[in-house]
Nanobody, 112 residues
């Protein structure tokens, strides 16, 4: 079992920055993947960024968001810059370690 705890969401103006943090605990394999997804009402949850053997970003966030992972601490942070209103969503931390695990979600709202 893996437990994921997220922090760092909130309200920010367009063009601003936020940093999301995710701390994982439990049975985490060394080759596990960790990342972030987001979801808005009525839409499917979508990948934002993920770090495993390689790092992948959604096209909509490339050049603005950066995922950083600390394997020793089992953390995965998401630095979000140049935020846009369309980035508003609930952001979920994700971990794959022989099973899929999700955090509880943290709201990010980009609005003036």
């Amino acid at each position: 079992q893996v437990q994921l705890v997220e922090s760092g969401g909130g309200l920010v103006q367009p063009g601003g920055s936020l940093r999301l943090s995710c701390a994982a605990s439990g049975s985490i394999l060394s080759r596990s993947a960790m990342g972030w997804f987001r979801q808005t009402p009525g839409k499917q949850r979508e990948l934002v960024a993920i770090s495993g053997g390689s790092t992948k970003y959604a096209d909509s966030v490339k050049g603005r968001f950066t995922i950083s992972r600390d394997n020793a601490k089992n953390t995965a942070d998401l630095q979000m810059n140049s935020l846009r209103p369309e980035d508003t969503a609930v952001y979920y931390c994700y971990c794959y370690s022989n099973a899929h695990y999700w955090g509880q979600g943290t709201q990010v709202t980009v609005s003036s």
